[in-house]
C-alpha cells in the first residue's frame, strides 16, 4: 500500500491536475533579491513586516508571506520547524496566477522524498506532510493510531478534516507489532466510497510515471497497489521498467497523461481480491515482517496475525521421526494456515490451486485423526476432526 493522488486529493483537496512546481536554486545575493522584490522586506522580522504592509495596502507583499508561511508548515514542512527555502517564495512571484500550479503532485513528491529518508537506520526524524501521512493511516487501518471522529465534519470539506488526533502515543515497539499483525480484516482498501460524490476518482489519479517537485523526482505507480481503488491486483511491471527521465521529459509525459494512465482495469469482487500467485511474488519482493524473530517462533504468531501471507512450510533435518505430539501440532499448523487461505480468498475457487488447497487441507485434517487419540482407560480412541482448525 501505499499514499497515492487519489489520496491526496481525497485528504487534502488539494488540485492534482496542473503545472508541475519548478524550484530555482539561488545564492544569496538573489535569495535576498527575491526577498525584497517579492516580500518588501528588508531585514525586518516578518509578522512586524505583514502587519506594516496590511495597513499600507501593499497586499501583495503580505499574501505571498503568508503563502510562504502556509506552505512551509504544511506541504514543505522540514525539520527545521521555522525555516523555509526561499525558492518556494518564486512558486508566489505571480501570485494571482500561483492557482495554476498540481500542489497536489507537490506534496506528493515531497512526502514520497521524505518517507525515502525516513527508511534509512540513521534518520531520527521525518518531514513532509505529516497531516498527510496521519490521516491516510486513519482512513486505511482503522485499528491503528490513537483519534477519534469530529462529529460535526462536513463531507464537502476534505476528509483528513473528520479525524482527531488524542494525546497519547505508542511506542516504536507498540507499532511495529501492530503492523506484524495487520491481516486483511485490519485494512480498508477503499474507504472513500463515501466521498465519491464530493470527489471523484480522478483519471489522472491513475498516471503511471514520475512525478517531481523542482528536481525532486518520485515515481507514481498506481499499478502496484490496485486494489486501494477497488480494482484487481495483478503482479505489477518492475519500477525499473519506467525509464529515468529528465525534467522536460517528466513535463511532456505529464501534459499528456491520459497516454500514462492505466487501463483494463476490473472491479474486485471482494476488497483484496488478487491473482494467483500475487502473495507468493510479494513476499519474494517485500518485507512481510518488520520485527525479527527466529524461525521456530515464527509460525505460533504466523496463523493467528498473518494469514493474508502463507508460511512456506519449513525443512527439520531429523534423526528419528517426530513424535505424535509434535506431528500433530504441525498438521493443525498446516490446517490453520490451508484453511485460512480458502477462507480469506487467497485462492480463487474453480482453479486447479484451489483444489490443491482443498485436498492438502483434508489430508492435513486426516493427520489430525490419525494423531489426536483421546485416553479412555489405558485404550486411544481417534478423536473427532475438528472444523475449526
Known amino acids: 500500500m501505499t499514499i497515492t493522488l487519489d489520496d491526496v486529493s481525497t485528504l487534502l483537496h488539494l488540485p492534482v491536475m496542473g503545472q508541475l512546481c519548478d524550484l530555482e536554486e539561488l545564492e544569496f545575493e538573489e535569495a535576498r533579491t527575491a526577498l525584497v522584490d517579492l516580500l518588501g522586506v528588508d531585514g525586518g522580522t516578518a509578522g512586524a513586516e505583514m502587519e506594516d504592509r496590511c495597513q499600507s495596502q501593499d497586499w ?20 527545521s520547524a521555522s525555516s523555509i527555502r526561499v525558492s518556494y517564495l518564486l512558486l508566489f512571484r505571480d501570485i494571482h496566477a500561483c492557482g495554476r500550479y498540481a500542489w497536489g503532485i507537490a506534496a506528493l513528491a515531497h512526502l514520497y522524498e521524505q518517507l525515502g ?45 473528520r479525524w482527531q488526533s488524542l494525546r497519547q502515543s505508542s511506542t516504536l ?91 483494463n482495469v476490473r472491479q474486485t469482487s471482494y476488497p483484496s481480491e488478487c491473482v494467483d500467485g500475487y502473495i507468493q511474488w510479494f513476499r519474494r519482493v517485500s518485507h512481510p515482517y518488520i520485527i525479527a524473530a527466529p524461525a521456530d517462533a515464527r509460525p505460533a504468531l504466523a496463523p493467528t ?67 489426536s487419540p483421546t485416553r479412555r482407560g489405558q485404550r486411544h480412541v481417534r478423536g473427532r476432526r475438528s472444523t475449526s482448525n
Open 60 to 79: 501583495d507583499y503580505a499574501a505571498r508571506a503568508y503563502l510562504l508561511h502556509l506552505v512551509g508548515c504544511t506541504i514543505f514542512a522540514n525539520k
Open 117 to 161: 529518508d525516513a527508511s534509512l537506520a540513521s534518520t531520527k526524524q521525518m518531514a513532509g506532510y505529516l497531516t498527510l501521512f496521519q490521516s491516510w493511516i486513519y482512513e486505511h487501518f482503522p485499528s491503528m493510531g490513537r483519534r477519534r471522529l469530529v462529529s460535526s465534519y462536513d463531507d464537502t470539506t476534505p476528509r483528513a478534516t
Open 173 to 263: 515497539a507498540e507499532i511495529r507489532s501492530q503492523l506484524d499483525g495487520l491481516t486483511y480484516g485490519g485494512v480498508l482498501w477503499h474507504p472513500y466510497e463515501g466521498h465519491r460524490g464530493i470527489r471523484l476518482l480522478f483519471g489522472i489519479c491513475m498516471y503511471s510515471g514520475w512525478i517531481r517537485i523542482g528536481d525532486t523526482l518520485s515515481r507514481h505507480l498506481p499499478e502496484r497497489v490496485m486494489r486501494q481503488f477497488g480494482f484487481y491486483q495483478e503482479i505489477p511491471r518492475p519500477p525499473t521498467v519506467i525509464a529515468d527521465a529528465d525534467v522536460v521529459a517528466i513535463d511532456f509525459a505529464w501534459l499528456h497523461f491520459i497516454d500514462h494512465v492505466i487501463r
Open 305 to 371: 496475525q498473518r494469514p493474508d501471507v502463507p508460511q512456506e512450510a519449513r525443512r527439520h533435518r531429523r534423526s528419528s521421526p517426530p513424535s505424535p505430539s509434535g506431528a500433530l501440532a504441525r498438521f493443525r499448523q498446516m490446517a490453520k494456515k490451508l484453511q485460512a487461505m480458502i477462507s480469506c480468498r487467497h485462492v480463487t475457487k474453480g482453479t486447479v490451486a484451489h483444489q490443491m488447497t482443498v485436498e492438502l487441507l483434508q489430508e492435513a485434517n486426516d493427520g489430525i485423526d490419525e494423531y
